[in-house]
């Protein structure tokens, strides 16, 4: 079993970082391997809606997206983090998340995933909030775990000193683990999720 660790601040051993290497502990101690995906500092171009990935599979940008969905497709989890911007997510995370679930959304369903984000002060239970959407819309089991999943810090070695954070973080990952074991014991025991209908209406029609 391996959990993919998106790390989506534009410094790769920043405070995020710091979050993201807790819960990969946690899960090591489990004996499920873990890789860390940083999205990088460079731009990162939105999605243009030129549906050109329902075709092929893939996004027409040639950037980090494409690789990555390729991971996830191999991946029994994820955990995305990022930094608290102005009460939200990393833009950049968000448009590398948009594109990756638009042009690869069958790479994530069913599988466990949680948002981690990392702040000075505030604004973290808002971008925890957007980042989930992403999981319950492609049928992903959501991690809880202690408290909310936060830690504060305006400097690594400050996210370090946030003891409680980082037990929650520690914790994410012990339940991950535990989610885990219990989907790949059902799958051993022949129990497979059925496939979900879907119906796309608009307001009228």
């Not at 959990?3 to 993201?20: D, F, Y």
Request: glycine residues 8%; aromatic residues 10%.
């Amino acid at each position: 079993m391996k959990v993919l660790l998106v790390n989506g601040s534009s410094r790769q051993n920043g405070c995020t970082g710091v979050a993201l290497a807790e819960i990969a502990r946690a899960l090591q101690e489990e004996g499920i391997d873990t890789e860390m995906f940083f999205i990088g500092n460079e731009a990162i171009p939105d999605c243009v809606a030129c549906r050109k990935c329902r075709e092929s599979g893939r996004c027409v940008f040639n950037d980090s997206v494409n690789p990555f969905v390729e991971k996830a497709k191999q991946a029994d989890g994820f955990v995305f983090g990022s930094p608290v911007y102005f009460a939200h997510p990393s833009a950049r995370l968000l448009t590398f998340m948009d594109r990756a679930f638009y042009s690869g959304g069958g790479a994530f369903v069913f599988k466990p995933a949680a948002a981690v984000l990392s702040a000075r002060r505030a604004g973290t239970t808002a971008s925890f909030d957007v980042i989930n959407k992403y999981f319950t819309i492609c049928s992903m089991p959501v991690v809880s775990s202690t408290y909310w999943n936060h830690v504060y810090g305006q400097q690594p070695e400050e996210v370090q000193e946030d003891k409680e954070g980082l037990m929650t973080m520690y914790n994410i990952g012990k339940n991950m683990a535990w989610m885990l074991k219990c989907i790949a014991l059902g799958k051993e025991n022949g129990l497979q999720h059925t496939e979900n209908p879907k119906v796309l209406t608009n307001f009228t029609r």
